[in-house]
């Protein structure tokens, strides 16, 4: 059983902020989603079922030739601030967080790979590295895919490729995804524009942590929308080929704001940083929204006290169950507002998060 | 904030410019996925397809949506209702009926990626169907012991672990590991 405290103090692949491009490109990340042939789809197992589904492939997964170092987490006997804590880690996703019944996740000690059991699929795979990075990210998930395949009969039909619960994930079962941040396509009111250029080559937005509003703090996730007819690699380019020209427009959006409008973003900057400095109680869409400036200040070269590495690390650190972890409480909302003001302050005032 | 179209959390939030006109439209990921497929096509009205991509009168709907997967048990209607397949089989059991609305989503309706990886000179299988059955089976088995026909259930659960033997059996000569799995138990039902 791992530890989940011991992640508390860690920071997890995605927001490491190192890696290609780190200035923009936060994480590249692949998943792949397989279901056992003997087995219904989770959504019609019955809990019988879903339970002998976990122990086969838990038992497997965590004696794979290549001994592998996986930890397993029983989901479904996590409590609901544990579960919260891997969605906000994207170790599981949200839906897995909530739902009911037997289930599980395999994670490996650098947080890279998470293997979800029993969430739409019985098996999804999930490899993630910081940075633009996709090439190396497939080398790792396929070939732990392969080796899973030597021990595991997946599913697979020779027209439709491998089976998923749902039609828009069958054939490769693939979703590549890449998390971007673009303040300042933001700032310039040129986002949706992007955006809806995207979708006319079927390639999917999303934002970070999409609860129910706007993608928060300006972080973007594009991704492929289809499944089928394409090969893994193929599809991996269509996404990968479009990031360079993100980070094209998102860069020279930045120039433009620092030649065009300096002393502006500057004090946009200023005071977000003011205000995360001195606030005493905030929310974390707030927090998030004003981090997203200083991280584009500190780029700018516009803030010089602080590092980008500080700002990735409060991003993950301000999130609810974070909070909550580390101060080893559960809190209600207001107190954790009162909270994650405290917190950033005695950050910004010490240099570390050790001395809260 | 809920998907406008079902009970899901709403992970796109699209607006719409229509002639001057500005629309909002949240919804999940498959919704917005067939929305955005459909608007595709949206300058081109007269032929618009149905919810699976081809033209249908209520008759045939209901006529489809009778359909059941002879593993699972699902209807084609239950798989209408909830988007989701029962099980592997299905992808057969309704192949002709997932077609048009695979290529609606996909635009394409044959894999070309990876297949599974088999040792060098071992027959790939066409599909893992043979494997598949044993959803039937094990359905077979309740049924069975339901009605008290317990001799019925012990054949199933023989031929189960015939299936699953045979698979173990061919995955050891595919590559010559030994990887030691259990047939099916009784209690396992």
Same mark, same amino acid.
């Given at each position: ?39 219904? %789809? ?41 579960? !919260? ?40 795979? !999930? ?88 993608? %928060? ?130 950050? %910004? ?8 | ?10 992970? $796109? ?48 709907? &209901? ?13 084609? $209607? ?15 059991? $309704? ?26 000179? &071992? ?56 990887? &030691?799995?259990? &047939? ?6």
């Amino acid at each position: 059983m791992i530890k989940l405290d011991s992640l508390t103090n860690s920071i997890g692949e995605w927001l490491k902020g190192t890696g290609p491009e780190s200035d923009i490109v936060m994480s590249s990340r692949v998943r792949l989603a397989r279901n056992l042939a003997q087995y219904p %789809f989770v959504g019609r197992a019955s809990d019988q079922e879903r339970g002998e589904v976990q122990q086969f492939l838990r038992s497997r997964l965590l004696q794979l030739p290549s001994r592998l170092s996986l930890d397993y987490v029983d989901v479904g006997g996590l409590g609901e601030l544990d579960r !919260q804590f891997l969605v906000e880690r994207q170790l599981i996703s949200r839906e897995h967080a909530e739902a009911a019944g037997s289930r599980g996740v395999a994670i490996d000690t650098h947080e890279q790979l998470s293997l979800m059991i029993n969430e739409e699929d019985h098996l999804r795979i !999930q490899c993630v590295h910081s940075g633009l990075d996709l090439e190396s990210v497939w080398r790792q998930i396929s070939a732990v895919d392969d080796e899973i395949e030597t021990v595991v009969p997946y599913a697979f039909h020779s027209r439709w490729g491998y089976l998923t619960a749902c039609p828009t994930n069958v054939g490769t079962g693939i979703r590549v995804s890449v998390m971007l941040h673009l303040p300042a396509l933001v700032i310039t009111r040129q986002i949706d524009k992007v955006f809806r250029s995207l979708h006319k080559i079927s390639l999917a937005v999303r934002g970070l942590y999409g609860e129910g509003s706007q993608a %928060f703090g300006d972080f973007y996730q594009i991704s492929n929308q289809t499944t089928l007819g394409k090969t893994e690699q193929e599809l991996i380019a269509q996404v990968a080929d479009v990031v360079p020209v993100l980070i094209d427009y998102e860069r020279r959006a930045r120039d433009f704001l620092v030649r065009e409008t300096e002393q502006n973003i500057h004090d946009q900057v200023s005071r977000a940083y003011g205000i995360l400095r001195t606030a005493q109680t905030i929310t974390a869409e707030e927090t998030m929204q004003l981090l997203s400036r200083v991280r584009m200040g500190v780029l700018l070269g516009l803030l010089d006290d602080v590092d980008v590495s500080d700002v990735n690390l409060l991003l993950v650190r301000t999130q609810p169950a974070h909070l909550q972890k580390l101060r080893g409480v559960e809190l209600d909302t207001k107190d954790r507002n009162i909270e994650r003001a405290r917190f950033l302050r005695n950050y %910004f005032e010490t240099g570390s998060a050790e001395a809260n | 904030m809920r998907c406008q179209q079902c009970d899901k959390q709403a992970m $796109f939030h699209i607006t719409e410019l229509e002639t001057g006109e500005v629309r909002e439209v949240h919804l999940c990921e498959d919704h917005a996925r067939s929305y955005l497929n459909q608007s595709e096509g949206a300058s081109q009205p007269s032929e618009s397809p149905g919810p699976l991509g081809v033209a249908q009168t209520a008759e045939e709907l &209901s006529e489809l949506d009778q359909k059941v997967c002879e593993m699972c048990g699902i209807t084609f $209607f239950e798989f209408r209702n909830q988007g989701r397949l029962g099980c592997p089989h299905d992808y057969v059991q $309704f192949e002709q009926e997932l077609e048009p609305l695979i290529a609606n989503i996909h635009g394409a309706v044959e894999h070309t990626g990876r297949r599974p990886q088999r040792a060098a000179g &071992s027959e790939l299988p066409e599909s893992t169907e043979s494997l598949t059955r044993v959803i039937g089976l094990r359905k077979g088995i309740r049924e069975a012991v339901e009605q008290e026909e317990y001799e019925r259930a012990g054949t199933l659960r023989d031929e189960i672990n015939q299936v699953l033997d045979n698979w173990h059996a061919e995955q050891q000569t595919a590559d010559g590991t030994d990887s &030691s799995q259990p &047939s099916e138990s009784p209690s396992s039902s």
